[in-house]
């Protein structure tokens, strides 16, 4: 079984940077995709940003383009979210999901994805 659990949101100013973590257990973590999504009050679920297995495939919202990179680390089971230049907009609940056919491949589509962690809450305010 597969899990994955989110770290690294708070509350931070804009103009800020943080990064947030996504870590798996369970799996054969590198033949999965990882893909960042985010969800704020009112608003359907934006799919950010993803990365395949492989880590040759990398995909962002144009929202995020220039501002957000992902990355991974396979040997700790972990995907990184760095996001800078914070924006009042970006604040929302981050998940992060596990798509497990996503050795090569990505998508911003979060149907594909199997598997979900419980959220991290990132607040931008002044």
């Known amino acids: 079984q597969v899990q994955l659990v989110e770290s690294g949101g708070g509350l931070m100013q804009p103009g800020g940077s943080l990064r947030l973590s996504c870590e798996a257990s369970?799996?054969?973590?590198?033949?999965?995709?990882i893909g960042w999504f985010r969800q704020a009050p009112g608003k359907e679920r934006e799919g950010v940003s993803c990365?395949?297995?492989?880590?040759?495939?990398?995909y962002y919202a144009d929202s995020v383009k220039g501002r957000f990179t992902i990355s991974r680390d396979n040997a700790k089971n972990t995907v990184y979210l760095q996001v800078n230049s914070l924006k009042l907009e970006d604040t929302a609940v981050y998940y992060c999901?596990?798509?497990?056919?996503?050795?090569?491949?990505?998508?911003?589509?979060?149907?594909?994805?199997?598997?979900w962690g419980q959220g991290t809450q990132v607040t931008v305010s002044s």
């Open positions: 999901a596990l798509d497990t056919l996503g050795s090569s491949f990505c998508s911003l589509k979060g149907a594909r994805y199997e598997y």
């Open positions: 369970g799996g054969t973590f590198p033949a999965y995709a």
């Open positions: 990365v395949s297995g492989n880590a040759r495939s990398i």
